[in-house]
C-alpha cells in the first residue's frame, strides 16, 4: 500500500502561507501520497497552486446534509466544489469541543462518501481511557458506530493524549492497536475492510516518523503541528517506507 502522509492544518494558516508551501511540496520528490487539509478558507488557493502536482486537498470537517439552515457549516458537495477530494471527520477536537457523536461522525462520512469525497474518520481513546485498560474497548466501539454502512475511505488512529503533546505511544501499543483496528474493519466490512489505509496520528515529527510509519498495519500519518511547516512534512514522507 503506498503510505498517506496527510497534513492536518487545524485553525492555522492564511493566505500568504499557500504560495510558499504549495511550492516547496511541489518541488520535492515524493514515494508517498501527500495530502493538505488547511482550514476552509485555503481549500481552493491550496487546490488551485496544488494543480497537476497530484497533492490532494482536504477539508477538516463537514455537515451531513448537501445544504441547509447550519449557520457556519460547510458541506461535503462544497468542499469537493471547492477542489477538496478528502475530508477529516471526528477529529478528537471536533468530538470534544463540538460534541460529535459517533451517529454524527457516520452521517458525515455517509455524506462525503456520496460527494465523492475520501472521509479520513478520526478515532482514539483518552488517556484515562488507556490508563483503565479501555482503550481497545473504546476504540472499537468507535468503529463499530462512526463507520456507515459500506463505509470506503480511510481510519485515523489518534490517542487523544498524544495529540500536539509531544507524546506517543509505545510502538509496541501502536502496532496491537492497529492490528486491533484491522480485525474491527474486516468484521464490520468484510474483504474491503482489509485493504482501507489506517494512519496513525499523533505528535508525529520528522524525528520519530521512520519508526512509526515501519509499524505492521500502519498505512501513513496524519500530522498536526509538524506539517505546517513544508520541511517537516516532507522529512516525515520521506522517513516513510517505500509501500
Ligand atoms: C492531529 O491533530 O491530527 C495531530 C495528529 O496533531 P499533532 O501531530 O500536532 O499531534
Same mark, same amino acid.
Given at each position: 500500500m503506498r503510505p498517506l502522509i496527510a497534513g492536518n492544518w487545524k485553525m492555522h494558516g492564511r493566505l500568504a502561507d499557500v504560495q510558499g508551501f504549495a511550492q516547496a511540496v511541489r518541488a520535492a520528490a515524493r514515494h508517498t501520497d501527500l495530502l493538505i487539509c488547511p482550514p476552509f478558507t485555503l481549500i481552493d488557493r491550496f487546490a488551485t497552486a496544488l494543480a497537476g502536482s497530484g497533492i490532494a486537498v482536504g477539508g477538516q470537517d463537514c455537515h451531513p446534509?448537501? %445544504?441547509?439552515?447550519?449557520?457556519?457549516d460547510v458541506s461535503a458537495p462544497m468542499l469537493a466544489e471547492a477542489g477538496a477530494s478528502y475530508v477529516i471527520l471526528g477529529h478528537s477536537e471536533r468530538r470534544y469541543c463540538?460534541? %460529535?457523536?459517533n451517529a454524527r461522525v457516520a452521517g458525515k462520512a455517509e455524506a462525503a462518501m456520496f460527494a465523492g469525497l475520501t472521509p479520513i474518520v478520526c478515532i482514539g481513546e483518552t488517556e484515562a481511557q488507556r490508563d483503565a485498560g479501555e482503550a481497545e474497548h473504546v476504540v472499537r466501539q468507535q468503529l463499530m458506530h462512526s463507520l456507515p454502512e459500506g463505509f470506503s475511505g480511510i481510519i485515523a488512529y489518534e490517542p487523544v493524549w498524544a495529540i500536539g503533546t509531544g507524546r506517543t505511544p509505545t510502538e509496541a501499543d501502536v502496532a496491537a492497536m492497529h492490528a486491533a483496528i484491522r480485525a474491527v474493519l474486516a468484521e464490520k466490512l468484510g474483504e474491503p475492510g482489509k485493504a482501507l489505509k489506517i494512519l496513525y496520528g499523533g505528535s508525529v515529527k520528522p524525528g520519530n516518523a521512520a519508526s512509526l510509519l515501519a509499524l505492521?498495519?500502519?498505512?501513513g500519518a496524519l500530522v498536526g503541528?509538524?506539517?505546517?511547516?513544508a520541511e517537516d512534512l516532507l522529512a516525515i514522507a520521506a522517513a516513510a517506507p517505500r509501500g
Amino acid at each position: 500500500m503506498r503510505p498517506l502522509i496527510a497534513g492536518n492544518w487545524k485553525m492555522h494558516g492564511r493566505l500568504a502561507d499557500v504560495q510558499g508551501f504549495a511550492q516547496a511540496v511541489r518541488a520535492a520528490a515524493r514515494h508517498t501520497d501527500l495530502l493538505i487539509c488547511p482550514p476552509f478558507t485555503l481549500i481552493d488557493r491550496f487546490a488551485t497552486a496544488l494543480a497537476g502536482s497530484g497533492i490532494a486537498v482536504g477539508g477538516q470537517d463537514c455537515h451531513p446534509a448537501p %445544504e441547509g439552515a447550519f449557520t457556519g457549516d460547510v458541506s461535503a458537495p462544497m468542499l469537493a466544489e471547492a477542489g477538496a477530494s478528502y475530508v477529516i471527520l471526528g477529529h478528537s477536537e471536533r468530538r470534544y469541543c463540538h460534541g %460529535e457523536t459517533n451517529a454524527r461522525v457516520a452521517g458525515k462520512a455517509e455524506a462525503a462518501m456520496f460527494a465523492g469525497l475520501t472521509p479520513i474518520v478520526c478515532i482514539g481513546e483518552t488517556e484515562a481511557q488507556r490508563d483503565a485498560g479501555e482503550a481497545e474497548h473504546v476504540v472499537r466501539q468507535q468503529l463499530m458506530h462512526s463507520l456507515p454502512e459500506g463505509f470506503s475511505g480511510i481510519i485515523a488512529y489518534e490517542p487523544v493524549w498524544a495529540i500536539g503533546t509531544g507524546r506517543t505511544p509505545t510502538e509496541a501499543d501502536v502496532a496491537a492497536m492497529h492490528a486491533a483496528i484491522r480485525a474491527v474493519l474486516a468484521e464490520k466490512l468484510g474483504e474491503p475492510g482489509k485493504a482501507l489505509k489506517i494512519l496513525y496520528g499523533g505528535s508525529v515529527k520528522p524525528g520519530n516518523a521512520a519508526s512509526l510509519l515501519a509499524l505492521p498495519e500502519v498505512d501513513g500519518a496524519l500530522v498536526g503541528g509538524a506539517s505546517l511547516k513544508a520541511e517537516d512534512l516532507l522529512a516525515i514522507a520521506a522517513a516513510a517506507p517505500r509501500g
